[in-house]
């Protein structure tokens, strides 16, 4: 589980914490030797909560940037309402930003309600 790409620095830094060992991942000398000095057995199960977190982490990172993506190439054209100066969304886009917004909020309640 340690060697799961969703292990981030963060996550490295919180089990050095935990063992007080450095884990230096971010180093051209980080080995295998690095991990096995380490007393991760005496931590086991905290260390494995520590990887399946990061899973979880990346699953929402990647959720995340998806809404993110949705929304940042999204163009919002706006007309004027019977020439009085409001500004409304143009109607035949209307309801394909909307289905969006509805996904996107569909995903980020799922989100919340996951903590």
Known sequence: MMANKSM???HWDRIATLTNHPFP???DDFALKNI??????KYKDDIEDICISSVKEKDIDAKLLSV????VGQ??????FK???ELML???DAAEI???LEDSLMVLSSLLSNR
């Open 8 to 10: 981030m620095t963060r």
């Open 25 to 27: 991942v971010e180093s």
């Open 36 to 41: 096995m000095e380490a007393p991760l057995l």
């Open 68 to 71: 993110k993506e949705t929304w």
């Open 75 to 80: 163009t919002l054209t706006l007309m004027t």
């Open 83 to 85: 020439d009085r100066g």
């Open 90 to 92: 143009k109607g035949t």
């Open 98 to 100: 909307l289905t969006s």
